[in-house]
């Protein structure tokens, strides 16, 4: 099992912050989810600006599309590191969605949180393993 890699989209989302700010946000979060020994760590591309453009790909702000094992520890640990981002980043929320599920890692108690993260790796192993 631990050798199956998964795809987590994160999407920061803070009212306050311009783009430049989303921007700069998403590669200081990147770095610390780099650091759990995740498989990889990218931003996010978008559409084109215009239709019809070719070869331009522009980067959806604030988005990171992160590659890891699918591992209930390691799991754990990446979400973790974000929900410990995001308090000390101040941001409104970060948003986490892995096969379908989302996860959202906002200013709910540490109980609270713990209880959806929790419930959000045990759920999203499951979903796995039946697939």
């Keep these: 099992m631990g050798d199956v890699m998964v795809t987590l989209l994160i999407r920061i989302k803070d009212d306050q912050s311009t783009s430049e700010q989303l921007d700069e946000l998403a590669i200081d979060l990147r ?16 559409q084109p600006v215009l239709p019809g ?53 906002s200013n709910a108690t540490m109980e609270q949180q713990q209880a959806l993260v929790e419930h959000f790796v045990k759920s999203t192993l499951e979903k796995a393993q039946r697939a």
């Design 31 to 46: 770095e610390v989810i780099l650091e759990s020994g995740v498989g990889s760590a990218e931003r996010r591309s978008g």
């Design 53 to 105: 453009t070719r070869g331009v790909e522009l980067l959806e702000v604030g988005a990171l599309v992160v590659q890891v094992a699918l591992e209930t520890g390691l799991l754990a640990d990446v979400i973790q590191r974000i929900r410990d981002w995001r308090g000390r980043q101040q941001v409104q929320h970060v948003e986490i969605e892995l096969n379908g599920s989302r996860l959202v890692v």
